[in-house]
């Protein structure tokens, strides 16, 4: 089995910065490709971020220049940096990863709980 847990939401007030955590456990052969999401209220879930396993990476417009996405091969865990966050920012934040355990040939495709960030006016 494997679990991906994310940390580090909250309540921040607008041009501030928080730091998500996302770290997948249990029978890990490998990770390839990690990214996060976002779902707002009443919205759809939209892609933010991607980070690829050999280091590179890839972002939604809006958060281009003030997201950073990095990944710690080592710890099996995905961090999202925001930065001067902004009111429509708010939304629950999810970890994706696609994993490979030990007993399968292919990796599969997992995801997080979410972690809530809300960002004040």
Do not use: H
């Amino acid at each position: 089995q494997v679990q991906l847990v994310e940390s580090g939401g909250g309540l921040v007030q607008a041009g501030g910065s928080l730091r998500l955590s996302c770290v997948a456990s249990g029978s890990i052969a490998s990770i390839g490709d990690m990214g996060w999401y976002r779902q707002a209220p009443g919205k759809q879930r939209e892609w933010v971020a991607v980070i690829f396993r050999g280091g590179n990476t890839n972002y939604e417009d809006s958060v281009k220049d003030r997201f950073t996405i990095s990944r710690d091969n080592a710890k099996n865990t995905v961090y999202l940096q925001m930065n001067s966050l902004k009111p429509e920012d708010t939304a629950v934040y999810y970890c994706n990863a696609d994993v490979r355990r030990w007993d399968a040939i292919t990796a599969y495709n997992y995801w997080g709980q979410g972690t809530q960030v809300t960002v004040s006016s």
